[in-house]
């Protein structure tokens, strides 16, 4: 049911602010590929994140809650575009070149973060109001410092594990702990309780990206990966 109505709340905010229907149509169907939040079998991890911390706290789901998960998703989605061009992984069955996807990752990122401002006016306290949007940047820019290490990294050609541990915590888990301090920004969380959901959220989407990597590099039924 969350999935159904985060989903919901995802397809009115792109509907709602990009109104040039060439982008808008194509920011629908990008968002409706495979692993994509609109797509029926996504998971949509961060928005879902941000559903879950603020019910942990308030007890229920609220509209401003769906529009800041939706608005935090679509900045993972825009991430997940970076990534495709970064990696020159623009499949051709997408029908969009390099350049296209990259104006799309840029759009989903603007109409994410002004959705999370948007959804800010809903939060509990006046405080979580005024420091949400720029505690959110603040912390995603830890995402972006983590997609730059990953860049280089690739460039470089080889690094040890420790070098790729924190490439992971800050790629994913700059969107982990961002996600849910947004939940708990606006469910009006104390300082407190923010960090303390912000360490979990880092924490987690760095766990969960170590799974993924492992299961890309040792597929099931390789016996060889052991």
Same mark, same amino acid.
């Given at each position: 049911?969350?999935?159904?109505?985060?989903?919901?709340? @995802?397809?009115?905010?792109?509907?709602?602010?990009?109104?040039?229907?060439?982008?808008?149509?194509? =920011?629908?169907?990008?968002?409706?590929?495979? +692993?994509?939040?609109?797509?029926?079998?996504?998971?949509?991890?961060?928005?879902?994140?941000?559903?879950? !911390?603020?019910?942990?706290?308030?007890?229920?789901?609220?509209?401003?809650?769906?529009?800041?998960?939706?608005?935090?998703?679509?900045?993972?989605?825009?991430?997940?575009? &970076?990534?495709?061009?970064? /990696?020159?992984?623009?499949?051709?069955?997408?029908?969009?070149?390099?350049?296209?996807?990259?104006?799309? *990752?840029?759009?989903?990122?603007?109409?994410?973060?002004? *959705?999370?401002?948007?959804?800010?006016?809903? $939060?509990?306290?006046?405080?979580?109001?005024?420091?949400?949007? $720029?505690?959110? !940047?603040?912390? &995603?820019?830890?995402?972006?410092?983590?997609?730059?290490?990953? *860049?280089?990294? !690739?460039?470089?050609?080889?690094?040890?594990?420790?070098?790729?541990?924190?490439?992971? $915590?800050?790629?994913?888990?700059?969107?982990?702990?961002?996600?849910?301090?947004?939940?708990?920004?606006?469910?009006?969380?104390?300082? /407190?309780?923010?960090? =303390?959901?912000?360490?979990?959220?880092?924490?987690? &989407?760095?766990?969960?990206?170590? @799974?993924?990597?492992?299961?890309?590099?040792?597929?099931? +039924?390789?016996?060889?990966? /052991?």
């Amino acid at each position: 049911m969350i999935l159904n109505e985060l989903r919901l709340t @995802i397809e009115n905010i792109v509907n709602d602010y990009c109104t040039e229907p060439s982008i808008k149509e194509a =920011l629908l169907r990008a968002l409706a590929r495979p +692993g994509y939040a609109l797509h029926p079998e996504s998971s949509c991890r961060a928005g879902v994140l941000v559903l879950e !911390v603020y019910r942990s706290i308030r007890g229920g789901i609220s509209e401003g809650a769906l529009l800041g998960a939706g608005g935090v998703e679509l900045v993972m989605e825009a991430c997940f575009m &970076f990534d495709n061009v970064a /990696d020159e992984e623009v499949k051709p069955q997408y029908r969009v070149s390099s350049a296209e996807e990259l104006s799309m *990752a840029i759009s989903l990122l603007a109409t994410g973060i002004a *959705a999370v401002h948007q959804a800010a006016q809903h $939060s509990y306290s006046i405080g979580s109001k005024l420091a949400l949007v $720029s505690r959110y !940047v603040s912390e &995603f820019n830890a995402a972006c410092a983590g997609q730059f290490l990953d *860049a280089h990294l !690739v460039g470089v050609g080889s690094c040890d594990s420790n070098k790729a541990l924190q490439m992971t $915590s800050l790629k994913a888990g700059g969107l982990g702990k961002s996600s849910a301090m947004v939940g708990a920004c606006l469910a009006g969380g104390t300082p /407190d309780v923010v960090d =303390l959901f912000g360490e979990f959220g880092l924490n987690l &989407f760095t766990y969960l990206q170590l @799974i993924d990597d492992l299961r890309d590099a040792c597929p099931v +039924g390789e016996m060889d990966c /052991d």
